[in-house]
């Protein structure tokens, strides 16, 4: 058995719930497993650092039903209690298909209960109203109980606790709003947990707040898990030779899937982090340079000269660099930042960066009109995007047609540079393509020079 826990709407303090029960379970030693439902970078990042381990993504968009049951129970192996938090409302799934890849569907896919985390603000006895019709909606999601966030007195906890009960549902912990904890926000969502430099006295705030406000005798039965048997691998992953291939890591870029770089590495890939921001470039077969911040480090990383050096040189020699979204972001000629000062970037694509006000945000189906280091002309995969920035102009060739009727994508050679976020759960062969064209330049030298 393990815990979902599910919220009626976005806001209502889902991931400082989810928070404060790996906290406390840390705390006491034991052996916790997070997962996040839907496409997100920045909560798992928490939870890793609260656990331990790293969080793995339950995506029943970018992947499919058989990929998400095999990752969650591979993940619970030797693991003592699971805690899975939600995406937005607990029935919201991809627009239009109704609660299709909803925290609602992986409930019901892993058979497992929600926890509704309920926002008590400006709340009475209509959260029973509430109650009962998340309760009804669909008889296949059980709802184990409820936790009360941002509850503003006593007399207030004992309305809402009366409206629970009157539901038939369990009371698992209470908060009230003058204790609950704030973590810090910026455009794309919580700020990133390795920019909080007090993070952890924030993680023993978020365990004694566990231990006063929540009912554990009624909570540890939830989200024990029972020891289960071995299970099939969630891929077909035959090694390659081991080939080195980099992986950015900092303030900058940090978007990255642990699917993806667990996959990476059975494919036979000796991952190696480095700090764009520190200047580095290590001198690797490959190279990864995922999601990030990069706006918000425009003008340091514009002083990186080793960086930009190792970067452009890279692409010149056909070497794979494998670039998504802030990766994007930094390969045109500058980045413009929202205060609206331009930095000089890798200068590789005849295009800049330019940030905005509008959010691009949701699921996209993509078909590759080119061939890239990831990717052959005609696939059809599927991905996410989120992002606040666009590329100036737009490629001639782009890499993607997307199902919206929209077009992006560049690529040069073995370079592959786009918006579009992929998880390659299900995709096993672009990862797999990937670290062969990083054995080509590896092994033989065959490596596709980049046409400017």
């Known amino acids: ?94 627009a239009g298909q109704g609660d299709f890849a909803s925290t609602a569907h992986v409930a019901r896919l892993l058979r497992l209960p929600v926890i509704l985390v309920i926002d008590g603000a400006g709340a009475g006895f209509s959260v029973a109203a509430t109650l009962y019709g998340f309760r009804h909606f669909d008889p ?28 038939g549902l369990e009371l698992l912990g209470t908060v009230y709003k003058d204790e609950t904890i704030a973590l810090p926000h910026r455009h794309l969502g919580l700020l990133p947990v390795e920019e909080l430099s007090d993070f952890r006295r924030t993680q023993q705030q978020l365990a004694a707040l566990a231990e006063r406000s929540f009912d554990w005798q009624k909570l540890l039965p939830l989200v024990a898990i029972q020891p289960a048997a071995p299970v099939l691998p969630r891929w077909e992953a035959e090694p390659l030779p081991p080939v080195r291939i980099a992986v950015a890591r900092d303030r900058a870029f940090s978007f990255y899937y642990q699917d993806n770089l667990e996959l990476l590495a059975a494919l036979g890939a000796q991952l190696e982090t480095f700090s764009p921001l520190a200047g580095e470039w290590p001198d690797c077969r490959g190279y990864l340079l995922g999601g990030g911040f990069p706006e918000l480090c425009a003008g340091e990383l514009s002083e990186k000269t080793r960086f930009w050096a190792g970067l452009r ?127 080509a330049v590896a092994f033989e030298g065959k490596s596709t020079p980049a046409r400017f």
């Open 140 to 167: 296949r999601v059980r709802i184990a109980g409820v936790i009360l966030n941002r509850v503003g007195s006593e007399r207030h906890a004992q309305i809402l606790a009366e409206a629970v009960r009157s539901q």
């Open 1 to 94: 058995m393990a815990v979902i826990i599910a919220a009626p709407a976005s806001g209502t303090g889902k991931t400082t719930i989810t928070l404060a029960l790996l906290a406390y379970l840390k705390a006491h030693r034991l052996r916790v497993r997070s997962f996040k439902v839907g496409p997100d970078y920045i909560d798992p990042m928490f939870h890793a650092a609260v656990t331990g381990q790293g969080c793995v993504n339950l995506d029943l968009f970018l992947t499919d039903e058989p990929f998400v049951r095999a990752t969650y129970h591979h993940h619970c192996q030797a693991q003592q209690a699971a805690v899975i938090e939600g995406v937005m409302g607990l029935f919201d799934g991809r």
């Open 313 to 439: 040189g890279a692409v010149a020699r056909g070497v794979p660099l494998y670039a998504e979204c802030g990766g994007l972001m930094v390969l045109g000629e500058a980045l413009r930042t929202f205060e609206g000062r331009s930095h000089p970037m890798a200068g590789i694509l005849e295009a800049s960066c330019w940030m905005g006000k509008r959010t691009v945000l949701g699921y996209r189906v993509a078909t590759a009109l080119h061939s890239s280091c990831a990717v052959e002309a005609g696939r059809q995969l599927r991905g996410h995007l989120f992002h606040r920035s666009r590329m100036e102009p737009q490629p001639g060739a782009p890499l993607w047609q997307l199902d919206d009727d929209g077009q992006e994508g560049w690529v040069r050679g073995n370079l592959h540079a786009s918006y579009l976020h992929l998880h390659w759960g299900t995709q096993a062969w672009a990862a797999r393509r990937f670290v062969r064209r990083c054995l």
